[in-house]
């Protein structure tokens, strides 16, 4: 069965600073990854998704994520992070043919001025 | 594109009753996903439509939860004598047809709170 791991439950970043928030991830054949974010009472908004191809993902909102195969490992990064930026983050992974996607706990980003 | 609709946003109810949540998922889209997500916690699956079928269920889905998709366009979710455990956001979401892995739009959720 799949599984993600999201180890860091907060985390505390400048504004203008660098992020990576981390993700592992466990799954037996090729994976499908996401990354979704969450704002306070809100639902999830999709920041990108590797399927296959090019290990190096762009999302929205100036994201991008690395799958690494050999580290099961599919961290999201932005060079410089903005007050808009706090939320919740969430790793997903799927597989087979449709998508029960299993999340990981998430990490929240809170960002200081 | 209007997005999946969800209603309520909130819903409070004593515990024992009944609730159904309604969910609209963008209308081209065939598949549609019940997720619940608890404090603290990333949303976990439910159960998933395609058009009309149920084609899974979650062990999480007890015999008090109900899912129907009657038109394959709309989807209700009815919890029978909620109890407090239930209280959670309940998240809906669609996807296209076509590529098996297409990406799931969520709603903004449905908060359910039993006291």
């Known amino acids: 069965a799949q599984s993600v791991t999201q180890p860091d439950i907060h985390i505390t970043v400048s504004e203008g600073a660098s992020l990576e928030l981390r993700c592992n991830y466990s799954?037996?054949?090729?994976?499908?990854l996401f990354w979704y974010v969450q704002s306070p009472g809100q639902g999830l908004q999709l920041l990108l998704k590797y399927f296959s191809g090019d290990t190096l993902v762009q999302g929205i909102k100036g994201f991008e994520a690395e799958f690494k195969r050999s580290q099961s490992s599919f961290n999201l990064r932005k060079p410089s992070v903005h007050w808009s930026d706090a939320a919740e983050y969430f790793c997903a992974v799927a597989g087979g043919g449709f998508q029960k996607l299993v999340f990981g706990t998430g990490t929240r980003l809170l960002v200081s001025p | 594109d209007t997005g999946v609709s969800q209603d309520p946003r909130h819903k409070i109810t004593k515990r024992g009753q009944n609730v159904t949540f309604r969910c609209d998922p963008i209308s081209e889209h065939n598949r549609l996903y019940w997720y619940r997500q608890t404090l603290g916690q990333g949303p976990e699956f439910l159960t998933y439509?395609?058009?009309?079928?149920?084609?899974?269920k979650s062990r999480l889905l007890s015999d008090r939860f109900s899912a129907e998709r009657p038109k394959g366009s709309f989807s209700t979710l009815e919890i029978q004598r909620t109890e407090q455990g239930d209280s959670a956001m309940y998240l809906c979401?669609?996807?296209?047809?076509?590529?098996?892995?297409?990406?799931?739009?969520f709603g903004n959720g449905t908060r359910l709170t039993v006291t």
């Open positions: 439509f395609q058009n009309e079928a149920q084609l899974e």
């Open positions: 799954y037996g054949a090729t994976p499908y």
């Open positions: 979401a669609s996807s296209s047809p076509g590529q098996g892995n297409s990406p799931l739009h």
